[in-house]
């Protein structure tokens, strides 16, 4: 990669995380212009030179970064932890953000007051396999995070029917006996007649800054990386004469030894 190729950012395409995303570029006095105005798909980061902005689909900005298709990226942990294969070796957390925050559960009928905890939930799967000669239905968005959560709590039982609208809806429309989705308030899963068993709890979500550890990283890629770390430091920290870089320093130091 040429010193000449710009620093990849990709964010949000629509939505309220689109304007949060857009929010935390300009606190940090690097507001982003969208090419070709709101149905735009790229654009550049004003004042850090070489950069190019890419509106994808939240789930999309996830597996772009584990690919290494973005040097950075702005999407939530739920899809960083469903959407790729080995995150944990190939994206870096950079930081929370504090805003897209969401819990991803399990979610039972409250009519199945035998079901409290995962455990129950395992042995209902069982019974419901001998009972009816087939497998209980999960009906999720996030496959790979309910299979992991699953085999921890020894749940195997079950067949994963893959939710492309209202989730919540799955059990009482007969399209599934459960469901894993995210909540905020537990409202929807409440209106739906829907429990959380006490264990339920997978993953607690919110948005992040994060970094591919496979984009190729070039020294010109670095400094401009470095120049965003220390806008989005300084916006954070309280005003003072001299405002103190540390925490960005700190931060670009972790990152930088795990950067190709």
């Known amino acids: 990669m040429s010193d000449s ?28 212009a969208r090419n070709g105005g709101a149905r735009g798909y790229f654009g550049t980061l004003q ?3 070489n950069t190019e902005v890419r509106f994808l689909a939240s789930g999309e900005i996830a597996a772009a970064l584990e690919a290494g298709q973005a040097h950075l990226g702005i999407t939530g942990l739920d899809l960083i932890r469903d959407r790729t294969v ?6 870096a957390l950079v930081k929370p953000l504090g805003f897209g925050r969401a819990d991803v559960v399990v979610a039972v009928p409250r009519s199945w007051i035998d079901v409290a ?5 395992a042995e209902a799967a069982a019974l419901f396999r001998h009972r009816h000669h087939r497998h209980m239905r999960v009906a999720t968005k996030y496959a ?14 079950y067949r994963l029917v893959e939710s492309g609208g209202a989730t919540e809806a799955a059990p009482s429309n007969g399209q599934a006996e459960l469901i894993v ?8 899963l409440k209106a739906n007649g829907l429990k959380v068993p006490e264990d339920g709890l997978i993953l607690k979500s919110e948005s992040y800054l994060a970094a591919s550890l496979r984009a190729p990283w070039s020294r010109e890629t670095r400094a401009r990386l470095r120049t965003v770390l220390d806008a989005l ?7 003072a004469p001299k405002p103190k870089r540390g925490r960005a320093n700190k931060l670009f130091s972790e990152l930088s030894g795990k950067l190709r």
């Open 117 to 121: 905890v995962m455990t129950d939930l």
């Open 233 to 239: 430091e300084t916006a954070e920290a309280p005003p």
């Open 47 to 49: 004042g850090v030179e």
């Open 86 to 91: 080995s995150p944990d070796t190939t994206i």
């Open 181 to 188: 989705d995210i909540t905020t308030t537990g409202a929807t």
């Open 5 to 32: 190729a710009p620093l990849v950012i990709a964010i949000p395409s629509k939505g309220r995380i689109e304007e949060d995303s857009h929010a935390v570029f300009v606190q940090a006095g690097l507001p982003i």
């Open 144 to 157: 790979r995070i309910t299979r992991a959560f699953f085999a921890r709590h020894g749940l195997v039982d």
